[in-house]
């Protein structure tokens, strides 16, 4: 396992391209199970997530191949198999989103229920309500979701939870209904630009789809969808994390390759903590001069700042020269980096659902352990601030997501390494443990 070695203090200062998004790419992989033809997808970011599904796919009769300059190939070559295995959906959320397709091209699903999960609860009721509504019959056993029905049909379905609307659930429905016989109108759809993205993926297959980008998406069901070249949007989410790195650390960077709309609630809360921004075409520039001024985020649903990003406004904020709240209304819990942070020298409550943050003047190094993705991007953020060496510990978390952030980093200047982690506990260090006594 991986750790990541930073000496803080060292202004960000370059250009950077931003790859592409994550949490567009993997529910449009999981898409292309409706394809009847190859299809062809640009700007694929090279992550653990994005290999995880592919290894999925490839269980699914679904052959994946990586080409150069981020292109990757997907193709069925058996669509006989429909069952998605615990141990892969168990690793990745995301492979749920291999339900809706499945069920509509193939009249049958086998997908574990995902599990437990670090930054909620996360239940997919909603999902399978969703398909229940388009006329699939719907069963939960041994741990697995099965869904059959031989012909989808067009419904009006809601798909709202007690924290807005949700975004792989929009997808999952969405899907499924491009192959339904009749009209399907999704109201509180999710009008995240991944599931745009999705849309228009959809829509380069052959579906018939209109509304994307509003609550209200409709979608006429086709008899079959056919093959695609498709280029995947930039990860707005690593576009912001760069942006708060320079941030925190005081620097100049440019991030290129962005669409500069999707990050308008992130820009103004970076210019409210102090930050000089130019908006260019595809490109973003910030430039930190002082410290960090206080802010109150409200983590929302787009076009709202991304839950996504809250846990590095939290590092951000953590330097301000006042007090900070940051509230979580997708993920009221989504808190784990906290108690990390406070071990840099932090001063993070929690109040309910708030985290009042308390600026100080400077973070100290130290070794964390990252227990999620966006968490982890959180502390190597304090890091790249904080005073001496910090070791951000089980990098895996932070490879899952982003596409060799140390690397983007090292080329704005950090002092990054990547090592290989010695064991936590170095039982030979500590001398042996003696045994404990019977009674
Ligand atoms: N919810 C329900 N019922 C459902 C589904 C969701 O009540 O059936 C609730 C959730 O518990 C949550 C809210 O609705 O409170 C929103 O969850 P959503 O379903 O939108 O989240 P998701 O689709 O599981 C995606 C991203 C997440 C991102 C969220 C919110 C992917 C693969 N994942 O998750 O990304 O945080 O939307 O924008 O697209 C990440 O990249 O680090 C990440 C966690």
Do not use: W
């Amino acid at each position: 396992m991986d750790c990541l070695r930073i000496s803080g203090g060292v202004p960000l200062r370059g250009r950077v391209a931003v790859s592409g998004s994550k949490n567009a790419a993997l529910p449009i992989m999981a898409a292309s199970i409706l394809a009847s033809g190859p299809v062809s997808l640009a700007r694929v970011p090279d992550l653990a997530d994005v290999n995880t599904l592919a290894l999925l796919l490839g269980y699914l009769g679904v052959e994946v191949k990586r080409g150069a300059n981020s292109q990757m190939r997907i193709e069925t070559v058996d669509a006989t198999p429909i069952k998605a295995d615990y141990e892969l959906v168990r690793r990745m959320r995301a492979s749920f989103c291999v339900l809706g397709p499945l069920l509509a091209r193939r009249g049958r699903a086998v997908v574990s229920l995902p599990g437990g999960c670090k930054i909620g609860t996360r239940p997919v009721d909603l999902h399978l309500a969703g398909l229940a509504a388009l006329g699939a019959s719907i069963r939960i056993e041994h741990g697995y979701v099965i869904a059959e029905a031989k012909r989808l049909r067009g419904a009006q379905i809601d798909l709202c939870g007690p924290c807005g609307p949700t975004v792989t659930g929009t997808a999952n429905v969405m899907c499924a209904a491009t192959l339904a016989r009749g009209k399907t109108v999704i109201t509180s759809a999710a009008v995240e630009p991944e599931v745009v993205d999705l849309g228009r993926f959809l829509i380069s297959l052959g579906a018939n789809i209109s509304g994307l980008g509003t609550s209200v998406i409709e979608i006429v069901g086709v008899e079959q969808l056919a093959a695609s070249d498709y280029t995947i949007i930039a990860d707005r989410i690593e576009a912001g994390t760069l942006l708060i790195a320079a941030a925190i650390t005081g620097g100049e960077i440019s991030v290129e390759g962005v669409v500069v709309e999707h990050m308008t609630a992130v820009l103004n809360a970076l210019e409210e903590s102090g930050c000089h921004i130019l908006r260019g075409h595809q490109q973003i520039t910030l430039l930190a001069t002082a410290r960090p001024r206080p802010v109150h985020i409200c983590a929302q649903p787009y076009p709202g700042i991304p839950t996504d990003l809250q846990a590095q406004f939290m590092a951000l904020v953590s330097l301000a020269n006042g007090q900070s709240t940051i509230r979580d209304q997708v993920f009221p819990e989504r808190f784990m980096q906290v108690a990390e942070l406070n071990r840099l020298g932090a001063r993070i409550e929690r109040s309910g659902s708030t985290a009042i943050v308390r600026g100080v003047r400077r973070l100290s190094g130290a070794t964390v352990t990252a227990c999620d993705l966006r968490a982890s991007a959180a502390l190597v953020l304090a890091g790249l601030a904080a005073q001496r060496e910090t070791i951000v510990r089980r990098l895996y978390h932070l490879d899952r997501g982003y596409e060799r952030l140390d690397l983007k980093l090292a080329r704005l200047g950090a002092n990054v390494t990547r090592q290989v982690e010695a064991d936590a506990l170095d039982m030979a260090e500590l001398g042996s443990v003696p045994a404990l006594p019977v009674v």
